[in-house]
């Protein structure tokens, strides 16, 4: 089985420190692979019960019939190096530890972790963590993590995996994937990496089938070399990776230090591995979602060139310099397109790039849905980007014409809505058409995207 | 009477070209004014109708038994020269034109506009427009108005003014602060600027005492060395100017050309005459607003220390790494503070600048609300920044928590809560605490406000 598998995709996983409260660190992933109805065997490990949350439970590893895939070790830190001992001495391959206290706390936690990483040598066996939230994959269901993050509603399968050393980030990440109701393979935080590092977590996501875009929040890169050659790995298997780099600047450093014993500023030239493998560096999880969807979408920018179709004059105006300040451009019509352009818009519109479709748009709803059309078809344009404000009046058949657009993976469409319809831009995201609030965030994702 | 009051101040208004339709360019000034009970006189001109909206109506300008003080002027363009020629002759001093088809077509529409700025010449009678969406003054609820973003909610009264080339987006402004609930002033639409620029109105929004925060959205400079001294007028009267600038780029400056007639690339270097007056240029609508809402806030930043306060470990380095990148800085606590912070977290938590919480504050979520004082009373920070996420179970009682904290204008708290609960940081953002959904929208704004 190749490196990582039989640890992100265990069939039989054991939960050492097993709650019946389903809201505690030891209950939680119970509770989530209950209800989510895990496709593998889970078993609950709890010094004095007999059943936990209704599932028949084990008094130690060592009572374990045979070794499971999986050891998550839900203990406080005291305890963590006698349940891995244990875990080891019955052959179980891979652990998952939560606790923190190690090496990001003091000289002390840094002698620990030592201990911890010691248990490992000469073994086969691998560790996720310490000072982690684990890791989710929803092919199987297989939550061993006790985020919060999914309390309310359920992660929805897809394409999109992620990993970084921030737990919380993660969190966040899984909120924001959930609200934007885009589809999750693997999702893993790294923590402290005493033992499994990001480059072999990227390695991994870069030869799964089930992972289409990969997405990072990295801090230390402590092996550059393997790290370089994962992303190779997965630019050579066509899947975009996007990532935040945290601790660039002597305060980050210091701040990632105490987060997961991180030394991000030990020379490695993170910015230059990112150039030669491709990788889009972001500034924020808005931006790696925007950057997430546009691949999960098909979409691909082959190009520099945007038409734009605007209801603003100046909102026409601000997205002709934003855009070509990053490197985009807006060329004027072809004769043949300004031509067919033409008899759509009313007599005071003139006929450039971006189009100002006018207040005449009210009178005349279809006006945007054939201006869209001619733009794509012409074949002058890399991506079309459509801004729109408030026009609740004639929102839903504005909307409705978009809806009727056939998609061209050639020249995908973006749509600015300021102040628009939740319901109706829902519907226009769901169409494959990104949707965003303000300019800026539109540009800074053609700009992650462009050739 | 200052220049540009009996205009702004108006107490007497004709609209000329007034409908019964409440949506019609002729009816929507009418209906505002009903509706918002404008303080001072309102007579409908239409050539055919007794009455207009219920309101007694007059069939002509030469009608009026004495001169308004301002026709507003909402008829098609072809009509436009007869009603300001009757208008001078009765001896009216204000106008605004919102008919468009001028010079932002072509050289028709450029000549048309020469003859319509030749009627004023020889006169201290004043034009606003062509091809504008007019003004508003919320201390009369003089709408002089037909934009539709106040339909479903009136504006709010206050100190944030705005004007710009823009109809559009100054509409789109309107329905931010609406939705921000955001006290408004006046609000201009200068279109073509045949006659008044805005470097008159900028003057003008400098010593009115209803005004004290100015945003703007400029194409063309079209007098920059009156415009520089407006400008300077409003910083000597401690009114901080924000400004979103259109048209820096080729592609943006064929766009102006199109929409208001504007040429901003004749040679006027924007750039230097923003850094003499104190400016802050922003990039987006959003952006103005957050600006805006620091300023009216009461808040000023009197220097560049941040201390940050973060539930997690991974989004502290974030705020570091971008804060320092955009020239904040982030130092260690003093001893004294570092004593008083350490008994109010747990012993897990390392002591230092950013501040980590962690898991920890879901047990005692007095944590947040105790580090923020410590931090705000120390005088060791000009700003503290507190980054939250998700939390709902103990949401409420963190929010509580801030609520307490007395203002300290030494010293502002912003908010960043991602995934937070709508109606909580709307109770946050009432206090004065300004909050944000990530963290490079509080970055930016850090950016424009510091010293």
């Known amino acids: 089985m190749p490196a990582l598998k039989s640890l992100f995709e265990a069939t039989s996983v054991a939960i050492v420190g097993a709650s019946d409260d389903p809201h505690k660190i030891?209950?939680?992933?119970?509770?989530?692979?209950?209800?989510?109805?895990?496709?593998?065997?889970?078993?609950?490990?709890?010094?004095?019960?007999?059943?936990?949350?209704?599932?028949?439970?084990?008094?130690?590893?060592?009572?374990?019939?045979?070794?499971?895939?999986?050891?998550v070790v839900a203990v406080p830190d005291a305890f963590v190096e006698k349940v891995i001992q244990e875990g080891l001495q019955l052959g179980i391959k891979n652990f998952v530890v939560f606790a923190s206290g190690y090496a990001e706390i003091n000289q002390q936690g840094i002698d620990k972790q030592a201990k911890l990483k010691a248990l490992f040598d000469g073994t086969d066996a691998r560790l996720l963590g310490p000072n982690c939230l684990g890791f989710i994959n929803t092919e199987t269901q297989l939550v061993a993590s006790f985020t919060t993050a999914m309390e309310q509603h359920p992660l929805k399968v897809g394409g999109l995996s992620f990993a970084g050393h921030s737990g919380a980030l993660g969190a966040y990440w899984l909120d924001k994937t959930i609200r934007a109701d885009i589809g999750v393979s693997k999702w893993v935080s790294s923590g402290n990496e005493a033992n499994l590092s990001l480059d072999e977590i990227v390695a991994y996501l870069a030869t799964d089938s089930q992972t289409t875009v990969i997405s990072l929040y990295i801090e230390e890169i402590r092996h550059p070399e393997k790290f370089e050659k994962a992303l190779k790995l997965a630019r050579k298997n066509n899947k975009p990776v996007i990532a935040l780099?945290?601790?660039?600047?002597?305060?980050?450093?210091?701040?990632?230090?105490?987060?997961?014993?991180?030394?991000?500023?030990?020379?490695?030239?993170?910015?230059?591995?990112?150039?030669?493998?491709?990788?889009?560096?972001?500034?924020?999880?808005?931006?790696m979602i925007h950057c997430s969807q546009f691949f999960l979408g098909g979409h691909k920018l082959l190009g520099n060139k945007v038409g734009i179709i605007s209801i603003s004059g100046g909102a026409g105006v601000m997205l002709c310099d934003q855009l070509e300040e990053h490197g985009l451009t807006i060329e004027p019509f072809s004769h043949p397109l300004h031509d067919k352009i033409k008899p759509l818009l009313s007599d005071f519109s003139t006929v450039q790039n971006p189009v100002d479709l006018t207040a005449a748009l009210v009178a005349q709803p279809n006006m945007l849905r054939d201006t869209t059309r001619q733009l794509v078809d012409s074949n002058e344009f890399n991506v079309v980007v459509i801004f729109m404000g408030l026009m609740d009046s004639v929102a839903q058949q504005l909307t409705n014409g978009l809806l009727k657009l056939k998609n061209n993976p050639a020249c995908p469409v973006l749509v600015i809505w300021m102040g628009g319809q939740a319901a109706l831009l829902a519907d226009i995201a769901k169409k494959g058409m990104l949707v965003f609030e303000e300019i800026p965030d539109l540009v800074t994702l053609l700009s992650n995207v462009k050739p």
């Not at 065997?41 to 070794?67: C, F, H, V, W, Y």
């Not at 945290?246 to 305060?251: C, I, L, R, S």
């Not at 014993?261 to 030990?266: D, E, F, I, R």
């Open 245 to 287: 780099k945290g601790g660039k600047t002597a305060a980050g450093a210091r701040a990632t230090a105490a987060h997961t014993a991180s030394y991000p500023l030990k020379g490695v030239d993170y910015q230059a591995i990112f150039k030669r493998t491709g990788v889009i560096e972001v500034h924020s999880l808005s931006e």
């Open 26 to 71: 030891g209950g939680r992933p119970i509770a989530y692979m209950k209800r989510l109805k895990y496709k593998g065997q889970l078993i609950p490990i709890n010094p004095k019960n007999d059943t936990i949350q209704g599932l028949p439970a084990k008094r130690s590893l060592l009572e374990l019939d045979a070794p499971v895939d999986l050891a």
